[in-house]
């Protein structure tokens, strides 16, 4: 478990972290932040149970991932996430959720970091190699 300075060093680094990427960014508008998503829960966990998810890019998001994800998503964002809700859900309790309700799913998401490999969004549906549709 994490001290309350602990939990606030962190949450400034981060912060600071993403500030210094977004400002060397070429196309800034377009900077998918990432991270904790909720530090009083990610900093209650007990130690050797903190999840962080790494993912290849955002998929057509604009913005942060962490704020989308606090703020409940979007009507579509299940899909994605309830694997990830489920799997957070065995780690952390031990038990294994065959359907995820969506309050459970917001709940659970608020115990993860997320990490984003590619910090801008892009989508290549419909398009020819090559030919990426960024924001």
């Known amino acids: 478990m994490m001290t309350w ?33 909720d530090y009083e829960r990610w900093s209650a966990l007990p130690d050797r149970k903190h999840i962080v ?14 704020e989308f994800l606090y703020h409940g998503g979007s009507k579509t964002y299940y899909r994605t996430w309830n694997n990830v809700a489920r799997w957070a859900n065995m780690i952390l309790n031990g038990t294994y959720w065959k359907f995820v309700p969506k309050s459970s799913l917001d709940d659970m998401v608020r115990n ?13 549906y419909g398009r020819p190699p090559g030919k990426m549709r960024t924001c």
């Open 5 to 37: 300075v602990q939990t606030q060093k962190l949450r400034r680094d981060e912060a600071s972290l993403m500030t210094e990427w977004q400002t060397r960014w070429a196309q800034s508008a377009c900077f998918n932040a990432d991270g904790v998503v």
């Open 53 to 66: 998810v790494l993912l290849k890019e955002t998929n057509g998001l604009h913005g942060s991932l962490v």
């Open 112 to 124: 993860i970091a997320v990490v984003n490999l590619k910090k801008q969004a892009q989508k290549r």
